[in-house]
């Protein structure tokens, strides 16, 4: 079992910058992908980052490279998103998911229980 912890979401004006953590726990995550994803009021949840613990390879949506960065702190087992250009689109609540199978847009076993970020026009 792997726990999630996601922290760091908040209020921000369009065009500023919050950076979110995802602790995790439980067990090692060599060969994990883990991701970020996003739920916005009304809609599915998407993808937004994913980076790969034992490379640092790093993926990202569309919507948001450029603007966003997915990192991670092996020492301290925790992957950060780096969130700048922040657009009232952005708003949602962002979740941190953990993969053991390597895959980056599917099939992610653990959760985390979310942090809502909203961005004001």
């Known amino acids: 079992q792997v726990q999630l912890v996601e922290s760091g979401g908040g209020l921000v004006q369009a065009g500023g910058s919050l950076r979110l953590s995802c602790g995790a726990s439980g067990r090692s995550l060599s060969s994990y992908v883990m991701g970020w994803f996003r739920q916005a009021p009304g809609k599915e949840r998407e993808f937004v980052a994913a980076?790969?613990?034992?490379?640092?390879?790093?993926y990202y949506a569309d919507s948001v490279k450029g603007r966003f960065t997915i990192s991670r702190d092996n020492a301290k087992n925790t992957v950060y998103l780096q969130m700048n250009s922040l657009r009232p689109e952005d708003t949602a609540v962002y979740y941190c998911a953990a993969n053991p199978r390597g895959s980056v847009y599917l099939d992610y076993n653990y959760w985390g229980q979310g942090t809502q970020v909203t961005v004001s026009s």
């Open positions: 980076v790969s613990w034992t490379t640092g390879r790093t």
